[in-house]
């Protein structure tokens, strides 16, 4: 994941969490969630692809 593609997924995430107005969508979330963690563990300048 990128840092583009990670601002996006953070940005995604902060909208269905926060906006009213969206309905609440929990496998979307702990998806996004899932992908956060994943790139938050990868070895500091690897572009892992787990």
């Known amino acids: ?20 107005s969206l309905p609440m969508q929990p496998d979307r979330i702990w998806s996004l969630l899932a992908e956060v963690s994943r790139h938050e563990l990868a070895p500091v ?5 787990l």
């Open 1 to 20: 994941m990128t840092d583009v593609e990670y601002t996006r997924t953070l940005e995604e995430l902060d909208r269905l969490l926060n906006d009213p």
């Open 45 to 49: 300048g690897s572009d892992c692809q």
